[in-house]
């Protein structure tokens, strides 16, 4: 089984062409940590640079970063995200109000720093998170603590607001409609729960309902909508998982390679023992999933960069071929990441 997720999350096999092929295939990326959402690339393609990916988010608008599953930062193909928004947001109003009030902003002073924000968007373009919380805060609206992040999520669960150009070390927000365009048309929720589940598969089969369920931040019954609308396509297989029909068997693990923060392998299925076994506890600690280094399809080491390069923390002793293997692989990070530095200084 875990041989089979590596290939469908492009770990083995053939590497994709490029940042938004990645996206393709795993539908939707995790993004709040930039470097892990940019490594998760790197592990999946062959050649590429960090700035290859801002390239994406910024001149070409072919990838978008917004909160979708799970209230959570992801990056998406830009034509996935109407769908998505759609689909995953609807359900995140009610804790987002809550946290709201945990932050001490009214549901009045929450629309008027919503306002805020559109209006100096329309207004002066691309904006950072400082340049927001300024015009936010001049307002009367509290933006202390957390407050100004989830009134920046309350405009992005309305649809108002995405992520746009990485500008320097940081990515400015822009309103959807400048960015993006006009939404195409509306596509219906079982349409869009089937497409869910056959993408998601795509990028994370075998799996069960419940693992749809907690990717997507979907109700369960959701999850399953979802695939029984596309269960003629579907393998039910003896060990209670499902798949897209007619993949072939895969036994091939990927070679030893550097995974970052908040790694796509870990964080589309309920279970994690499979990849982390014993050291779940020093990969994700209260909420963060930690670099860490693969080899035959298992956790071996937590990784940091340290003076410019990564290093190693391990578990247990590496053998020396994949101590060679992850030499070479961490000298493909520093290249990889390099490309993005260079092309802020340029």
Excluded at 11 to 35: F, M, T
Excluded at 74 to 87: C, I, N, Q, S
Excluded at 155 to 175: C, D, H, K, M
Excluded at 281 to 286: A, E, F, R
Aim: hydrophobic share 45%; glycine share 8%.
């Amino acid at each position: 089984m875990i041989a089979e997720r590596l290939r469908a999350q492009l770990l083995s096999g053939p590497p994709a062409g490029g940042a938004v092929e990645v996206c393709d295939r795993l539908l939707a990326v995790q993004a709040q940590d930039p470097r892990g959402a940019r490594l998760a690339v790197r592990a999946r393609t062959a050649g590429l640079t960090a700035a290859d990916v801002d390239r994406a988010l910024t001149a070409e608008r072919s990838l978008v970063i917004s909160w979708l599953n799970r209230g959570t930062l992801h990056l998406v193909r830009t034509e996935d995200y109407w769908w998505m928004h759609a689909l995953t947001t609807p359900q995140l109003f009610t804790t987002s109000g809550r946290r709201l009030a945990q932050e001490q902003v009214s549901p009045s002073a929450a629309d008027r720093g919503v306002a805020v924000v559109q209006r100096s968007l329309a207004a002066e373009g691309p904006l950072t998170r400082a340049q927001l919380r300024e015009r936010v805060a001049a307002a009367g609206v509290r933006v202390e603590g957390q407050a100004l992040v989830h009134i920046l999520l309350l405009a992005s669960l309305r649809g108002q607001i995405v992520r746009g150009p990485v500008t320097g070390n940081e990515q400015a927000f822009v309103l959807v409609d400048d960015w993006l365009g006009a939404p195409p048309p509306a596509v219906d929720r079982d349409t869009a729960l089937g497409e869910l589940a056959r993408r998601y598969l795509v990028g994370h089969g075998p799996a069960a309902d419940r693992d749809l369920a907690k990717w997507a931040g979907l109700p369960l019954r959701d999850a399953r909508r979802g695939l029984s609308t596309i269960a003629s396509g579907l393998d039910q297989r003896a060990d209670g998982l499902v798949d897209l029909a007619g993949r072939e068997p895969v036994k091939e693990l990927p070679s030893p390679r550097l995974l970052g923060a908040f790694e796509p392998l870990l964080l589309g299925w309920v279970s994690r023992e499979p990849v982390l076994a014993a050291h779940q506890g020093i990969v994700t600690v209260n909420g963060i999933f930690r670099p860490f280094a693969l080899v035959r399809g298992r956790a071996v080491a937590t990784w940091s960069m340290t003076n410019g390069q990564p290093a190693l923390q391990p578990f247990a002793r590496i053998s020396a071929a994949n101590s060679s293997a992850l030499r070479r692989d961490a000298r493909d990070v520093t290249r990889f990441l390099a490309g993005a530095e260079e092309s802020r200084r340029s």
